[in-house]
């Protein structure tokens, strides 16, 4: 089955606009500190979104739970004394990156990529552990949400525990899973990580909003 046609709103980047390819959007957010972009179904929702806020498009401000509200009175509201973290990748393996937020405001604190080869346990994985490194290095108390029980796992087990063969084309990336690990063997820390409840709260604020 083919993949359904998207177009890429851009409206922070090299150039803004609405783009008909993945490769198209991502040479405009590349190397661009505080990138906004979102994907759409069709030109039309993504030209009115060009002219409107992106607050209006990415994150939760239009999510409506499906659950009951006995089930959102037990799950409770967000701790937004935290960070979000999440990964996106264009394949698996495929182009990946990474990143982290405030929770609240969805500033970008962090953001790494996109590497050419790579997977989105691999991105959650490195999430959290440069989440666990920005707050120690800050001396903050803030949690950390991500949605992916994997990469909890993971970081659980000081092991990046992926199927990926290292190779040439992603000896960057690998060379960064090697730091993450060493960082985890070799530094204490507090944070406490948490999973985000996607199903109460919608999309993790960290989320690249290609979905």
């Known amino acids: 089955m083919s993949k359904k046609k998207k177009y890429y709103t851009v409206w922070k980047g090299h150039r803004v606009g609405v783009f008909d390819t993945w490769n198209d959007c991502k040479a405009q957010i590349k190397d661009y500190p505080g990138a906004v972009y979102k994907s759409f179904p069709t030109f039309e929702a993504a030209k009115h979104a060009l002219n409107n806020n992106p607050k209006d498009f990415i994150g939760n401000s239009n999510f409506k739970s499906t659950l009951t509200p006995e089930q959102l009175k037990k799950i409770g509201q967000p701790n937004y004394n935290s960070i979000a973290v999440d990964a996106a990748s264009s394949g698996n393996p495929g182009v990946m990156e990474y990143r982290g937020v405030d929770t609240k405001t969805k500033k970008q604190l962090f953001i790494q990529g996109p590497f050419p080869e790579g997977t989105n346990n691999i991105g959650e994985f490195l999430a959290i552990v440069h989440g666990l490194a920005f707050l120690k290095q800050h001396q903050s108390d803030r949690i950390i949400y991500t949605d992916s029980k994997t990469a909890i796992s993971w970081v ?19 060379d960064l899973i090697s730091r993450a690990v060493s960082w985890l ?13 996607t199903k109460a709260w919608g999309e993790i604020p960290a989320d690249f909003g290609r979905k």
């Open 156 to 174: 659980k087990k000081k092991s990046c525990n992926t199927k990926l063969t290292p190779s040439e084309k992603n000896k960057p990336l690998f």
């Open 185 to 197: 063997k070799n530094n204490d820390y507090t944070t406490t990580i948490v999973k985000w409840e």
